[in-house]
């Protein structure tokens, strides 16, 4: 599921245009009829074939025939227009290689005032497969769900970020567009791909950041080896579009859990044994 570098590169304007219109269309339909299209972008049929056949060899476009002629923008097509504005912003000017990728996200390294990471949220593109091939209009609320799902998972991503940086060590956040948060490029390693010299120092710095994402009132509320990367012997906690505010009335059984399995990590790959109270105590007061 990588992205289609090359391709957005040499993107014509008509088929920024009808990315575009398709990205508009999909508020009001699964498959946005060839019609649609016609009307909203005032370009020639013939013209919006020929650039829709290059978006769908692309990735960026799917076409389905049945009931009628309609198309649907999916994750390459969104990637290129968060790309296109990115861009035209001037946060980045070239997407490099992807870095990272997770169950719900690809993560690429990318060039902007500096080195920068661009997070490619990616929520629901399979378990939503099937409602975008239902051909039927869709309704006011459940139209598109993976981009809107996407788009909300990285503003909430970017608000924690923003809410975060610089008390807690977490990546500085740059910029943000549809399903895609620019922040700084982080040169570390994944915690669970390290062997540390001094484990006890850096879990006492994971108890510490998380006590201060605590105190500005968030739970990252999926922490883990996983999200946690050490740069230069410091660590910088990732990965925050499920974070919960203090006051969700789970908050405490959140921040307990996240706390066991930073414990949990630590005693299975170092035998360090801290205690769970101290833990707890040291993060929430
Ligand atoms: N700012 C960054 N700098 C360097 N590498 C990063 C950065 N952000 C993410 N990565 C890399 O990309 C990987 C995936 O990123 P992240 O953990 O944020 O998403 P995810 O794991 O896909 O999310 P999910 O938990 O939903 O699967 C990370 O494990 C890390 O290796
Ligand atoms: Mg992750």
């Given at each position: 599921?990588?992205v289609a570098a090359?391709?957005i590169?040499?993107?014509?304007?008509?088929?920024?245009?009808?990315?575009?219109?398709?990205?508009?269309?999909?508020?009001?339909?699964?498959?946005?009829?060839?019609?649609?299209?016609?009307?909203?972008?005032?370009?020639?049929?013939?013209?919006?074939?020929?650039?829709?056949?290059?978006?769908?060899?692309?990735?960026m476009?799917?076409?389905?025939?049945?009931?009628?002629?309609?198309?649907?923008?999916?994750f390459g097509g969104y990637d290129a227009l968060a790309l296109?504005?990115?861009?035209?912003?001037?946060?980045?000017?070239?997407?490099?290689?992807?870095?990272?990728?997770?169950?719900?996200?690809v993560?690429?390294?990318?060039?902007?005032?500096?080195?920068?990471?661009?997070?490619f949220?990616r929520?629901?593109?399979?378990?939503?497969?099937?409602?975008?091939?239902?051909?039927?209009?869709?309704?006011?609320?459940?139209?598109?769900?993976?981009?809107?799902?996407?788009?909300?998972?990285?503003?909430?991503?970017?608000?924690?970020?923003?809410?975060?940086?610089?008390?807690?060590?977490?990546?500085?956040?740059?910029?943000?567009?549809r399903h895609t948060?620019?922040?700084?490029?982080?040169?570390?390693?994944?915690?669970?791909?390290?062997?540390?010299?001094?484990?006890?120092?850096?879990?006492?710095?994971?108890?510490?950041?998380?006590?201060?994402?605590?105190?500005?009132?968030?739970?990252?509320?999926?922490?883990?080896?996983?999200?946690?990367?050490?740069?230069?012997?410091?660590?910088?906690?990732?990965?925050?579009?499920?974070?919960?505010?203090?006051?969700?009335?789970?908050?405490?059984?959140?921040?307990?859990?996240?706390?066991?399995?930073?414990?949990?990590?630590?005693?299975?790959?170092?035998?360090?044994?801290?205690?769970?109270?101290?833990?707890?105590?040291?993060?929430?007061?």
């Open positions: 599921m990588g090359e391709q590169r040499s993107l014509h304007k008509y088929e920024k245009t009808i990315l575009l219109a398709l990205e508009r269309g999909m508020k009001r339909y699964a498959w946005v009829p060839l019609e649609q299209l016609r009307t909203t972008t005032n370009l020639a049929e013939s013209e919006i074939t020929y650039r829709l056949s290059r978006l769908i060899a692309w990735g476009v799917r076409f389905n025939p049945v009931p009628y002629d309609g198309y649907a923008l999916v296109a504005t990115l861009t035209h912003k001037g946060t980045i000017s070239a997407l490099g290689s992807q870095i990272g990728e997770g169950k719900e996200s993560v690429h390294d990318a060039l902007g005032l500096g080195p920068v990471a661009i997070k949220h929520v629901g593109g399979r378990s939503f497969s099937s409602a975008r091939l239902n051909r039927d209009y869709m309704p006011e609320e459940g139209h598109c769900p993976w981009l809107i799902a996407s788009r909300k998972s990285a503003e909430r991503e970017y608000e924690a970020l923003k809410a975060l940086h610089p008390k807690v060590s977490v990546p500085l956040p740059i910029d943000q567009n948060v620019v922040m700084a490029l982080i040169n570390g390693q994944n915690l669970n791909r390290c062997r540390l010299e001094a484990p006890k120092e850096i879990l006492e710095e994971v108890l510490e950041n998380t006590r201060l994402a605590y105190k500005a009132g968030v739970i990252h509320a999926d922490l883990s080896e996983y999200n946690i990367l050490v740069e230069d012997g410091r660590v910088v906690l990732i990965d925050w579009p499920q974070w919960i505010a203090t006051d969700h009335p789970n908050a405490g059984a959140i921040v307990g859990r996240d706390v066991d399995n930073i414990l949990a990590y630590f005693l299975r790959k170092y035998q360090l044994d801290f205690p769970r109270e101290d833990a707890v105590q040291w993060v929430i007061g």
